[in-house]
């Protein structure tokens, strides 16, 4: 514990700015929170697994740091497609080689959907993932997941979140997909989940 408040500080790994901002929401008042540092370039996300990416960004940050890093990888497993794009879900479109750039949420959805034309809703049924991971100086971590079911709809619903949220909708929400629900998907969401669960393992460590 490194302040008055007895709550765990770590510097966060990611420079996602929509992700940042999530974690903000799920860990406020359970985590203290740094935002990652200027100097510390780009991490190549190029494990096998979203474990393992979580590990890669997390090892860098508190290498440069000196201090414990959180960070997380998250990815959409679609039935239909063999769990694809899994842990390629954020260069989805980039994979496929058509001109789009790496991480352009738009262009995934789009190659998501078209992937997808034809089939009906009970063949779209797909779940979203996290892996969120704390890594400390000294090699040891504390790790948690968090998964929601849904299904994939036929096109883009809602102004809200980022990445798959304006196709996905959850199976414990009410129709809406993530991007419609802004904050409220918190409760429900991979993401939320996943770090609730670290703060309790956090808290019991």
Do not use: Q
Request: with cysteine.
């Amino acid at each position: 514990m490194d302040d008055v408040t007895n709550l765990p500080r770590l510097v966060v790994a990611t420079a996602n700015p929509h992700k940042v901002a999530e974690i903000e929401v799920v860990l406020d008042g359970l985590v203290e929170l740094e935002p990652r540092p200027d100097h510390v370039g780009e991490v190549v996300e190029n494990g096998d697994t979203m474990e393992a990416n979580a590990r890669l960004k997390a090892v860098a940050i508190c290498e440069a740091t000196g201090r414990p890093a959180v960070a997380d990888d998250s990815g959409l497993e679609v039935d239909a497609l063999g769990g694809a794009p899994g842990v390629r879900s954020s260069n989805f479109a980039f994979d496929e080689g058509l001109g789009a750039a790496d991480d352009d949420d738009e262009a995934n959805v789009d190659r998501l959907l078209r992937e997808l034309d034809g089939l009906v809703e009970g063949r779209r049924t797909a779940r979203l993932r996290t892996v969120a991971l704390v890594r400390w100086p000294d090699g040891s971590e504390v790790i948690a997941t968090g998964t929601i079911e849904g299904r994939i709809g036929t096109s883009p619903i809602g102004d809200g979140g980022f990445g798959y949220d304006p196709v996905f909708v959850p199976v414990e929400g009410d129709g809406r997909t993530f991007a419609e629900m802004g904050d409220e998907k918190h409760a429900i969401s991979h993401r939320g989940r996943a770090f609730r669960d670290l703060a309790r393992r956090l808290a019991r460590s």
